[in-house]
């Protein structure tokens, strides 16, 4: 499996603490039969990209040498931009996957205005780059309005949802969604979105034994393993949805 949304790298974020904890988690990802690790640091758009970029790619190199010795998963370097207004102004070319044309973004869980991210991701395209929407599960107001990501799907943004919200380890909400994402096969990938060794960890394959065993086995295995590589090789995804997403049966009418 290929970890495509990951917090290992230390000190950047509100991810791994230091560089024992980033080993750690490359620990984890080795007993989970991790095979590779995309770094995915948190940054705002309109932070300061070139600071970033310089203390991302020296904590990588300082945790790739102090790995050398141990059985390691193979690291790229990637970032999961908080996108709002500021984005009409970044340079967020240089924020994508493994310098593809892969961003990986996130928004404010609060104030989560459709029609302003509707205008980000249209921003996104503009600049030639293919969106891939981090853990829209997680969000209340996709939680409440489908459509909405029917919509999203159809403009060519891609869906990434975290394992522990398939593994039934946030809120009931999250976990429907992100099992009708599966379902409808509307998710092109699963990450970990571990920020630490403990708590929020990146074991991936523990979380994957809690799927629910009505899933599509060979849909999860194709979002694990072979959608990153086309992601880390910058080959187009196929659109494979069956459908559009719909709340499932918890509507009940009276009369
Ligand atoms: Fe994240």
Not at 6 to 20: E, F, M, P, V, Y
Not at 38 to 67: M, Q, V, Y
Not at 144 to 160: C, S
């Amino acid at each position: 499996m290929i970890d495509i949304h990951c917090h290992a790298l230390n000190s950047i974020d509100d991810g791994a603490r230091d560089l024992s904890e980033s080993l750690e988690m490359l620990k984890l990802a080795n007993e989970n039969s991790i095979s590779a690790i995309i770094f995915t640091p948190h940054i705002k758009c309109g932070g300061d990209i070139d600071e970033f970029i310089n203390k991302r790619d020296a904590l990588f190199d300082e945790l790739k040498s102090a790995a050398k010795d141990f059985e390691c998963p193979e690291l790229y370097k990637g970032a999961e931009v908080y996108a709002d207004d500021d984005i009409f102004y970044a340079d967020i070319e240089r924020l994508t996957i493994n310098n593809t044309k892969y961003i990986l973004v996130e928004f404010n869980f609060i104030q989560f205005i459709p029609q302003r991210i509707e205008k980000y991701f249209n921003e996104i395209k503009s600049l030639g780059l293919k969106p891939i929407f981090a853990h829209p599960e997680r969000y209340s107001y996709c939680q409440n309005d489908y459509e909405f990501l029917n919509y999203l799907r159809r403009m060519g943004v891609l869906f990434q949802i975290n394992a522990s919200s398939l593994a039934g380890m946030g809120s009931m909400n999250e976990f429907l969604l992100a099992k009708e994402l599966i379902n409808k096969q509307m998710a092109s990938f699963i990450g970990s979105d571990g920020h630490s060794p403990r708590g929020r960890t990146n074991e991936l394959l523990k979380m994957a034994s809690a799927f629910p065993s009505d899933l599509d086995a060979q849909y999860l295995d194709y979002v694990l393993n072979e959608t990153p590589l086309l992601l880390l090789g910058d080959e187009e995804i196929p659109d494979s949805s069956i459908g559009q997403i719909a709340k499932q049966g918890n509507y009940r009418r009276f009369h």
